[in-house]
């Protein structure tokens, strides 16, 4: 079945409809088997809309004051019915606003405008992982967003929802090609091993593995592999919270070393049956291009640097200065190349509703995208997502059942672009003849178009599945169990048929070759859980006791083949020449774990929450796989002490403060044992093995010791609400392959090495409501985070070696360089220092110079404003960082180069980066080009400032009951203020394409 076509024909909508007209009928029923009992006791029927001033309000509840019995919630439209007497009053209450008393005055319809009230935010239950706990009263640091956020931003990735919103969350966009992955640290890279630095991902309870899924001979993702994260759909998620202290991470364990993401999807509410549909149409460009040189003054350049080393006359070759080609043309390549626009089409569709006892929420949704890239290229994803919950009459069993299931397919060139659009001669051919076909200009370039004949498809099934079932035996003691899992499938290719050579080169048919991935994964996780809450005295109890059982299976096949008869054969290995597997194998992961909680909450001021596990990982070694993680959390709300209770402009004070251990197994799969591959190689016709992995039983567990202590303010009944944090992470026994000598046969052996990184930093974060009127308010966030990194100790690091890749009090991620100098006016060739004296310059001896490229500080600031029927909501992102400059080439060869000095490069003395003049073939001053790259002085100021998500929307006033429309306009990556003249200062990978900048425009009809 072709799962697309399903979704882009529509039939997925009408069954999706269909299928909410059933549960609205059958909900409904059940509603109306309640009114024929009710309508002889109570005299009329009262309806009404609740907003906030500008919107409505869903999941407002309503009662009769004194008739606890009788009560309502408004639906998605803030529209709600409830019976009552003419003389009776109204409870309307909901968090975050004050609660209203409304005398009925024998009226049949009624309005309501709730007050927003500051203070009962910190009443809002927020997500725990385990558990949930109340704003005021948590003890670990924990970050949240909700769909609110989330809503507003035109992206496919969960991890761009979370950009510049979150203190402690450093969020990179890896690439700005279609499907393309992120980069996230929580409080920094705690691991020597860059694969080993990824938080644990928990959607609705069932953990969900982010290790990439794509080969990096086939993933279209480049330069990063095929991130299982894009299956997840941001539309469907309620709410975000990311914990980061070890209160809040140490009841995960060993999976908590570098945070947890808990990823909660939208739930139904009772209520009338409601349909919600939204589609929306943008576009996607190259936020920025580099400042390239015109023809003129390419060939200047090129000119110069032969006279400059005593040339009189060009090489045959040199077609771009000797003649061969059109001295006038001129191409700008980036918008030829990597210049056009990308459509973004999305549509999605939900039915929600329910009654007292059962609720529901399906929701489908399609999304296609094209990318800057010339070539007819389409990455398209659609899922559905389904969720039910269900309680008993007497409110003492409970069933929540979700369901997620997204489709991928990702179609993209199999080379980037984006090199060629910067390095290609102005005055190159142009890239097709007049009757349509490529033009090779007789032989003398490669038409960059061909590797349009290469292609790299994905596609990927991502299924997640989880049911939670509670149970309260006694009053305040619950049993529940939740059950869970996950099943993934990707098939990914890529072709490089020998039609991307140049046909000069008369190669054929057998010089193609394709590469394929397979890839399975599927889990399962048990958890049984006991929880009991109970007063005793002034204090208050809550405890915790569960276990975890978990299972994953991968299965993996990588082939190539090479060699066809015809390149129409290319898909096929039976007609290569040759097949190779480059792996294949099935491995199993197996994890279980007993965890617990205890909170004690006395009087409302002093908390203390101590959460412990013992974990047990079958990628350990006998011995070693089991260990044992805990925390313990404490805080103070001493704005509930009587002493401040008189000061009327404190509206709350907490200090809070934890310290604990978490662990990292993400090693991956039996790396502790003897292990064995195939050679490929027959002898007496048996294929023999050959050891790829050497044994070690003391493998043992990565250890993150974390402390915390913050502070938490509001003012003005938390008009202004401030939290500072102090944090220090040290992670050690650290999981890494300790390098070998050549002799063993082997390169290295996975061991615990005694090196100690640390994170420490400082967060702030403030949130102000600046106005809060009946048809204006006005709020504010702001986030700011000050970290850094280092390497505290690495016992033998000199003799190892990593002795060329860290320092000792240096941050994990440095680039080690050449100190330069400046250019030697009479040579006109770039000097460097010569550290060790030795009248040369060598690597590494004269490579020391350590560069910090983490940021100092970053974060976001961020304002919502609405007025009557308009909302505006955008946020800047900033960074505070250097990083290395784009490095094109020295100017003798046939490359653009950057004109940022203008015309002053033919200058003597010019120190501009990229400005190196003095070179045709001159051999001492290529050297010394490739040493500037190489040096500190390519390291430059990368910070910026950028507006990086921006909403607004209208709400129509249709005075149409039950039914509301919404016009929005979002944009993303909309601009950018930089020092940087190399392109886009957030990605900085050489030849790669950047983010991009969205615009959308869409409607949301709901009735």
């Given at each position: ?8 024909s ?9 299928a ?6 059958l909900s ?6 309640d ?10 029927q ?10 409505p309000l ?5 009662s009769i004051?004194g008739?606890?019995?009788n009560?309502s ?9 409830i019976?009552?007497?003419a ?7 909901f ?5 209203k008393?409304i ?17 009962t ?40 929802t ?6 402690g ?15 996230i640290?929580i ?16 959607i ?11 080969y ?18 941001p ?5 975000l ?6 209160d809040?991470?140490?009841?995960y ?6 945070g ?12 009338k049956?409601?349909?919600?549909f939204?589609?929306?149409?943008g ?12 023809t003129?003054?390419y060939?200047a ?6 006279l ?16 061969t080609?059109d ?29 007292e ?23 398209k ?5 389904l969720?039910?919950n ?6 003492k069993?409970k ?13 993209q ?17 142009t ?12 032989g ?9 004949n290469?292609?790299?498809e994905?596609k990927?099934k ?9 149970y ?13 899992y996950?099943?993934?499938?990707t098939?990914e ?8 050579f140049?046909?000069?080169y ?8 394709v ?7 599927s ?40 060699g066809?008869s015809?390149?129409n ?11 190779s597997?480059?792996?294949n ?7 279980q ?6 909170n004690y ?16 990982s079958?990628r ?9 993680f805990g925390a ?15 000061l ?6 907490k ?12 090693i ?23 050891p790829s ?21 509001g ?34 052996v996975q061991?615990?090495?005694q ?7 400082m967060?702030f974060?403030l949130r ?13 966030s ?13 016992p ?9 890749k ?8 440095i ?10 006016t009479?040579s006109?060739?770039?000097?460097f220092e010569?550290?060790?004296n ?6 590494p001896?004269d ?7 983490n ?9 919502q ?19 290395r400059?784009?490095?094109m ?33 001159n ?8 040493l ?10 990368a910070?910026?400032i950028?507006?990086?998500n ?9 005075h ?24 886009d ?11 991009l900048?969205?615009i959308t ?7």
């Open positions: 079945m072709n799962y697309f076509s399903f979704f882009k529509g039939k997925a909508l009408y069954c999706l409809f269909f909410g007209f059933l549960m609205s009928f409904s029923f059940g509603r109306n088997q009114r024929h009992v009710n309508i002889f006791i109570l005299q009329s009262l309806q009404g809309i609740v907003t906030d001033g500008s919107s869903s999941g407002v509840s309503i004051k008739k606890t019995s009560s919630i408004t639906d998605y439209n803030g529209q709600y019915t019976n009552a007497h003389n009776d009053t109204l409870i309307v209450s968090i975050g606003f004050k609660t008393l005398p009925v005055n024998n009226r049949s319809k009624i309005d309501i405008k709730l007050e927003y009230d500051t203070t935010l910190q009443e809002v239950r927020i997500n725990a992982g385990y558990y949930s706990v109340k704003e005021s009263e948590r003890t670990g640091s924990i970050a949240r967003i909700t769909s609110k956020d989330i809503e507003t931003q035109p992206v496919t990735n969960v991890l761009a979370m950009q510049g919103r979150m203190a969350v450093s969020i990179t966009q890896t690439t700005g090609v279609p499907g393309g992955g992120f980069d640290k409080r920094g890279q705690n691991s020597l091993r860059p694969d080993a630095n990824s938080p644990l991902y928990i609705d309870g069932v953990p969900y593995a982010s290790d990439p899924i794509g990096n001979q086939t993933a279209s993702t480049f330069p990063t592999l095929t991130s299982p994260l894009n299956s997840i759909n539309d469907t998620i309620e709410s919270e990311v914990l980061k202290d070890a809040a991470t140490s009841i364990g060993s999976r908590g070393a570098n947890v993401v808990l990823i909660t999807t939208k739930k139904g509410k009772k209520g049956t409601a349909f919600n939204s589609a929306s149409t576009a996607g460009t190259v936020a920025k291009f580099m400042e390239l040189m015109n003129q003054q060939l350049m090129r000119k110069q640097a032969f400059n080393d005593g040339l009189t006359q060009y090489n045959d070759w040199d077609y771009d200065i000797n003649g080609w001295q006038n043309r001129y191409t700008d390549w980036q918008k030829e190349l990597i210049g056009r626009t990308s459509q973004i089409n999305d549509i999605q569709g939900t039915i929600s509703g329910g009654s006892t059962t609720q529901f929420l399906l929701s489908g949704s399609y999304h296609t995208e094209t990318t800057v890239f010339p070539g007819d290229f389409l990455y994803k659609g899922g559905t997502q969720n039910v269900h309680q008993s009459l007497d409110n069993f069933l929540t059942f979700s369901a997620g299931c997204n489709l991928q397919n990702n179609d060139p199999a080379f980037d672009f984006t090199y060629d659009s910067r390095s290609l001669p102005p005055n190159a051919p890239l097709y003849n007049a009757d349509g076909s490529l033009n090779w200009e007789n003398t370039w490669d038409n960059p178009l061909r590797n349009l290469a292609k790299s994905s990927t991502d299924l997640v599945a989880n049911a939670v079932l509670s309260e035996v006694l009053p305040n003691l619950f049993v529940k169990s939740n059950f869970g996950t099943d993934l499938s098939t290719s890529r072709t490089s048929p020998s039609t991307v140049n046909p000069a008369n190669i054929s048919s057998a010089n193609s070759s590469f394929f991935n397979n890839t399975e994964r889990s399962w996780i048990i958890e049984p859980q006991v929880t009991w809450n109970a007063k005793i005295g002034s204090g208050k109890f809550d405890v915790l006791l569960g276990s975890t059982f978990q299972s994953q299976t991968t299965d993996r096949l990588y082939q190539t083949g090479k066809f015809s390149n054969l290319i898909y096929n290995l039976g007609a290569a020449t040759t097949v597997v480059q792996l194998d099935q491995t199993q992961y197996k994890y774990a007993l965890f617990g909680r205890i909450n006395w009087k409302q001021k002093y908390i203390l929450n101590l959460t412990a596990r013992r974990d047990g079958s350990f070694g006998p011995g070693n796989q089991f260990a044992q313990v959390g404490a805080a103070w709300l001493f704005s509930n002490e009587e002493f401040l209770k008189k009327n402009w404190i509206s709350f004070g200090i809070r403060s934890s310290y604990g251990t978490t662990g990292n197994d993400q991956g799969d039996y790396q502790f044992l003897n292990t064995y591959t195939t050679t490929g190689l027959a002898y007496n016709g048996v294929i023999g093995l050959q992995r050497l044994y070690n039983p003391n493998f043992g567990w990565e250890i993150n010791r974390k402390i915390e202590g913050a502070i938490e303010l003012f003005l009944q938390d008009r202004i609400f401030a939290t500072a944090a102090w944090y220090k992470n040290r992670s050690s026994n650290q999981l890494v392959g300790i390098p070998l000598p050549g002799t063993t046969g082997f390169s290295s061991a615990n090495l090196a100690v990184v640390e994170n420490k930093g967060e974060t102000t409501v600046n106005i809060a009127g009946k048809s204006f308010n006005w709020t504010t702001f986030n700011l985070t000050s970290a850094k990194n280092r390497l505290v100790d690495f033998g690091l000199e003799s190892s070696t990593y002795n060329q860290y320092r000792i009090n240096q941050p994990l991620n680039a080690l360089l050449y100190k330069y100098k400046g250019i030697n009479q006109g060739v770039y000097e010569d550290l060790n030795d009248g040369r310059i060598s690597f001896e490579r020391q110079v350590a560069a910090d490229l940021p100092k500080f970053y974060g976001g600031l961020q304002n404003l609405s007025y009557k029927n308009w909302k505006l909501d955008f946020l800047f992102q900033f960074v505070k960082q250097k990083n400059s784009y490095g080439g020295f100017s003798g060869q046939m490359s653009n180069e950057n004109a940022r000095a203008s015309e002053s490069w033919v200058q003597t003395g010019d120190s501009g980066p990229y400005q190196i003049y003095t070179t045709g073939v051999n001492a001053a290529v050297s010394a080009y490739n500037f790259t190489e040096s500190d002085a390519s390291v430059v100021d910070s910026f950028r507006l990086k921006a909403s607004l929307s209208y709400e129509v006033p249709l149409l009951s039950q039914t509301s429309l919404r016009i929005f306009v979002q944009g993303q990556n909309l601009l950018t203020f930089t020092k940087y003249k190399d392109g200062p957030e990605f900085i990978t050489s030849g790669f394409l950047p983010p900048k969205v425009a869409g409607v949301q009809l709901t009735f």
